[in-house]
């Protein structure tokens, strides 16, 4: 079975704090994918970071940042120096078939 | 130029109709898909081609029927329309899929809300 979890639905925050979106991932196959996709307001889906299981190196672009842990099947995502801009729903997704419920992100002034 | 285009972005349809959401990708993608996102956010796959060939057809309704002449193009034709079908639909690409070969990230249209009253 496939599953992602993502245990947070809705969390807000100050601007500029730092935020933390867990997901949480099962699947019995050995080589797999994990994405993260940002849904911003406006509704269209922007990809932000594709990892393949044999990589965990953690990632870092910008104010973004992706810890992926095999161990703890987890693969999440950090949003460091948060702006209003990162308001949207984040989702987590394994392959291409199997998206998260998703973690709306609120960032007030 | 759009990447993943849908069409029509906006559909607003009794209950009973029969209606098509027409989507193309000119990023010479191997793999296309259909997603419904209800109004809770969530997002589920129907769907998914590659290179013309059905490859994943998750439990939905037979009323929806994909179809894709060629590798750019996926439509998704709609039959009965029920109240329950109100939602966005999502078109993507991606070059790879699933468990062989190369995964990459799928690109998405801009969405098709449906409503059907």
């Known amino acids: 079975a496939q599953k992602v979890t993502q245990a947070q639905t809705e969390i807000s925050v100050v601007e500029k704090e730092d935020v933390t979106l867990d997901c949480v991932y099962e699947t019995r196959d050995t080589t797999y994918y994990l994405f993260w996709y940002k849904q911003p307001p406006s509704g269209e889906l922007v990809f932000l970071i594709r990892?393949?299981?044999?990589?965990?190196q953690n990632e870092i672009s910008g104010r973004y940042s992706w810890n992926f842990q095999k161990s703890t099947s987890s693969f999440n995502f950090t949003i460091t120096a948060s702006q209003v801009v990162d308001s949207a729903v984040y989702f987590c997704?394994?392959?291409?078939?199997?998206f998260g419920t998703g973690t709306r992100l609120q960032v007030t002034l | 130029d759009t990447a993943v285009s849908q069409t029509p972005k906006y559909l607003v349809t009794q209950m009973g109709n029969d209606k098509s959401i027409k989507c193309e990708q000119n990023?010479?993608?191997?793999?296309m898909y259909w997603y419904k996102q209800d109004s809770k956010k969530f997002l589920k796959i129907m769907f998914s081609?590659?290179?013309?060939?059905?490859?994943i057809n998750e439990t939905v309704p037979n009323r929806f029927s994909p179809k894709s002449p060629d590798k750019a193009h996926l439509n998704l034709h709609i039959n009965s329309l029920e109240l329950g079908d109100s939602a966005v639909y999502f078109c993507?690409?991606?070059?790879?899929?699933?468990?062989?070969?190369?995964?990459?990230?799928?690109?998405f249209g801009q969405g098709t809300r449906l409503t059907v009253v």
């Open positions: 990892r393949n299981s044999f990589d965990e």
């Open positions: 081609y590659n290179n013309k060939e059905l490859i």
């Open positions: 997704a394994l392959f291409s078939s199997g």
């Open positions: 993507a690409s991606s070059q790879g899929w699933g468990r062989r070969g190369q995964n990459t990230e799928a690109f």
């Open positions: 990023l010479g993608h191997d793999t």
